[in-house]
């Protein structure tokens, strides 16, 4: 079993930028790929990025390549989403996962999930 907990969320307004980091409660987390979620009031959860994390290959979404950047810090246990140029669209709770089938894009692909964190984005 695997525990992650997200955080780093808030409200900033268009443009700006924000990092939300995804804690796993054990080293095995090293085995999985991990990746971020997000889904807005109304919509489907959608992928946004992952990260291979034995070999720190990454691959994102249309929507976010070049302004979003996932990294991990292995002494940490935790992998990062580091968001520049914010837009109102991104505006969705978002959660980090966890599963074992390298570099997918499927939800359902992930076996644990985060409880997700707020990010708003004012116009």
């Known amino acids: 079993q695997v525990q992650l907990v997200e955080s780093g969320g808030g409200l900033v307004q268009t443009g700006g930028s924000l990092r939300l980091s995804c804690a796993a409660s054990?080293?095995?987390?090293?085995?999985?790929?991990t990746g971020w979620f997000r889904q807005a009031p109304g919509k489907e959860r959608e992928f946004v990025g992952g990260?291979?994390?034995?070999?720190?290959?990454?691959n994102y979404a249309d929507s976010v390549k070049g302004r979003f950047t996932i990294s991990r810090d292995n002494a940490e246990n935790t992998v990062y989403l580091q968001m520049n140029s914010l837009k109102p669209e991104d505006t969705a709770v978002y959660y980090c996962?966890?599963?074992?089938?390298?570099?997918?894009?499927?939800?359902?692909?992930?076996?644990?999930w985060g409880q997700g964190t707020q990010v708003t984005v004012s116009s």
């Open positions: 054990r080293h095995t987390f090293s085995l999985y790929t």
């Open positions: 990260i291979i994390w034995i070999t720190g290959s990454t």
């Open positions: 996962a966890a599963g074992s089938r390298f570099g997918s894009r499927s939800l359902y692909d992930y076996d644990y």
